[in-house]
Every structure is written in C-alpha cells, then in structure tokens.
Antibody, heavy 118, light 107 residues
Framework: EVQLVESGGGLVRPGGSLRLSCAASGFAVSKVWMTWVRQAPGKGLEWVGRVKRQTDGGTTDSAAPVKGRFSMSRDDSTNTVFLQMNSLQTADTAVYFC?????????WGQGTLVTVSS | DIQMTQSPSSLSASVGDRVTITCQASQDIKNYLNWYQQKPGKAPKLLIYDAFNLETGVPSRFSGTGSGTDFTFTISSLQPEDIATYYCQQYDNLPLTFGPGTKVDVK
C-alpha cells in the first residue's frame, strides 16, 4: 500500500528556514516523480514544484512564487523526499502536501502545516 | 499561466440528485485535466484523470467529460459521503494550476 507521511512543519519567523520531509512506503521514490502542493488556510490548492525520477534526470521544476527560495530533493536510500524552504514569507503559510506523479497526482500525504509569523 | 475557473463556487443538493460542475481553462488544454475531491481536514483524492478516466476504486457515479477549454464533472446520484470540495487541475503547461474549487453540500 502506498503511503506518504509528511513532517517538519511548524511555526517559523519571516525570513527563516524549514525543511519538510515526506517519507514514502509501498513504492520507491527513485522510480517516480514527486510533487509538492500547498494549501493556504481556507484557500485552494497551489502547485509548489516537483522532482523528477533519476531516469529522467532527477532535476526539479518550481513555481514562480517559490523559485530561488525553495528547493526539492530526494534521498533514495531512505525513500524520502524533501522540501527545503528558505527566506520564508507570511504568504508561505499553508498545509504542504507531498504527492506522487508529475502531472496527475495519484497519492497524497496527510499534509504538514507551516505557519510563518512574527 | 493557464487560468482555471469553476462554477458554481458552491452548491447544495439532495441525496440522489444529479450534480454537475463545470471547469473552464483560459486556453486549449486538450484533455489534460484531472478532478480531485477534498473532504474537510483531509488530503485531496484523485477521482478522474485525462478528463474522463475514472481512477481505480472510485465509484461509477462520478464521471467527467470535455476537451479543449470546457469540461464537466458529474455526480449521477449524490450520496451523503460526497460532501466535499471538488477541484479541477490542468497539466498541459507548467505551472500545474487548479480551479478555485466547488463546495458541494447535501440539503
């Protein structure tokens, strides 16, 4: 059974950093594209970015609002993907979901809440 | 970026009713459209992919049609467990973009 468990969320001050983890089970993250989506409180869904599987180069694509501040990576040995978030802004406050897939997001974690506030 | 719109933004219907949600893209996205269901406090769940394909395990009362810029999502017979917000999402171009959602309630 595919399972995704996010962790690492919390309260951080503007300008701070946070690293989110997404631990996967039931499949190998090395073999699939993984995508991050966020949802601000009471709002809709927003694509954050994705990391390609190794056979497709392992590179990443990011949304304009987070480009240069957020980076995605993968540790195949622990079957975990990461979202490193730097220079956080209040507008980054959201629940962050990791998902499987590049375009069609088939499996989702439960999400982890990131609150950016002074 | 491709803009996605949905209508209505919310609706209330009775159990057994047929419910229809429309999604419009700001440009031709062929059939590169998915539909997700999000129940309160939960993660979204994929229901329909490539505009009309039912995800494995999803009840057949859910269906999708359309191509180009105009798409429709239908629940043929609304059930109490269908209370949720429904989102369309395009993947013709990056960034992936979602519609604003349609909140479905049961009368």
């Amino acid at each position: 059974e595919v399972q995704l468990v996010e962790s690492g969320g919390g309260l951080v001050r503007p300008g701070g950093s946070l690293r989110l983890s997404c631990a996967a089970s039931g499949f190998a993250v090395s073999k699939v594209w993984m995508t991050w989506v966020r949802q601000a409180p009471g709002k809709g869904l927003e694509w954050v970015g994705r990391v390609k599987r190794q056979t497709d180069g392992g590179t990443t694509d990011s949304a304009a609002p987070v480009k240069g501040r957020f980076s995605m990576s993968r540790d195949d040995s622990t079957n975990t993907v990461f979202l490193q978030m730097n220079s956080l802004q209040t507008a980054d406050t959201a629940v962050y979901f990791c998902t499987t897939g590049s375009n069609t997001l088939g499996h989702w974690g439960q999400g982890t809440l990131v609150t950016v506030s002074s | 970026d491709i803009q996605m719109t949905q209508s209505p933004s919310s609706l209330s219907a009775s159990v057994g009713d047929r419910v229809t949600i429309t999604c419009q893209a700001s440009q031709d996205i062929k059939n590169y459209l998915n539909w997700y269901q999000q129940k309160p406090g939960k993660a979204p769940k994929l229901l329909i992919y490539d505009a009309f394909n039912l995800e494995t395990g999803v009840p057949s009362r859910f269906s999708g049609t359309g191509s180009g810029t105009d798409f429709t999502f239908t629940i043929s017979s609304l059930q109490p467990e269908d209370i949720a917000t429904y989102y369309c999402q395009q993947y013709d171009n990056l960034p992936l973009t979602f519609g604003p959602g349609t909140k479905v309630d049961v009368k």
